[in-house]
Antibody, heavy 121, light 106 residues
Framework: EVQLVESGGGLVQPGGSLRLSCAAS????????MNWVRQAPGKGLEWVSY????????YYADSVKGRFTISRDNAKNSLYLQMSSLRAEDTAVYYC??????????????WGQGTLVTVSS | SYELTQPSSVSVSPGQTASITCSGH??????TCWYQQKPGQSPVLVIY???KRPSGIPERFSGSNSGNTATLTISGTQAMDEADYYC?????????FGGGTKVTVL
């Protein structure tokens, strides 16, 4: 059974840092593209970052570029999001999501349960 | 930057058809997928590659995509289909989500 379990969320002051983790199991993690997606309270989904299987290609949303760093450790079946210079508007539930493809279409087939990050003084 | 526009809400009577649109520039040239999210839960994929249903998704969910608009259709809507729905597409190194549509089954 595919499982994605996020951790590392919590309360952090503006300007602070936090590192999120996503533990993957039930599939060969090293074969898959992974993403982070966030959802502010009562708001819609916002894509945050993307990393391919060997970490050679990484993308970020403009809203987090220069402040967040995505990484992965295939030996540990884990995905990470290092967040720095945090702002109140970064407050959200952060999900990790597995990306797959069929023919030439890509999509997210599994999502974690999310971890809440609250940026507040 | 690329944008996807959805209506904020759609209301439907039980057993009727709900149609949710997602608009974007030349969206028909991209593959669109759709996610369902119920309160307090993670999103669930209901349509991918414009029209395909993942295993376990009921046949009443269908999709189309042409021109500038993708559409998610729920035929014979049930109370359990009440949820938020998001479209998604890829553009120039960025995943883009629509703003979401709240489907209310009255």
């Amino acid at each position: 059974e595919v499982q994605l379990v996020e951790s590392g969320g919590g309360l952090v002051q503006p300007g602070g840092s936090l590192r999120l983790s996503c533990a993957a199991s039930g599939f060969t993690f090293s074969n898959y593209i992974m993403n982070w997606v966030r959802q502010a309270p009562g708001k819609g989904l916002e894509w945050v970052s993307y990393i391919i299987s060997d970490s050679s290609t990484i993308y970020y949303a403009d809203s987090v570029k220069g402040r967040f760093t995505i990484s992965r450790d295939n030996a540990k079946n884990s995905l990470y999001l290092q967040m720095s210079s945090l702002r109140a508007e970064d407050t959200a539930v952060y999900y990790c999501a597995r990306e797959v493809y069929d023919n030439s279409a890509y999509f997210f087939d599994y999502w974690g349960q999310g971890t809440l990050v609250t940026v507040s003084s | 930057s690329y944008e996807l526009t959805q209506p904020s809400s759609v209301s439907v009577s039980p057993g009727q058809t709900a149609s949710i649109t997602c608009s974007g520039h030349k969206l028909g040239n991209k593959y669109t997928c759709w996610y369902q999210q119920k309160p307090g839960q993670s999103p669930v994929l209901v349509i991918y590659e414009d029209t395909k249903r993942p295993s376990g998704i009921p046949e009443r969910f269908s999709g189309s995509n042409s021109g500038n608009t993708a559409t998610l259709t729920i035929s014979g809507t049930q109370a359990m289909d009440e949820a938020d729905y998001y479209c998604q597409a890829w553009d120039s190194g960025t995943w883009v989500f629509g703003g979401g549509t709240k489907v209310t089954v009255l």
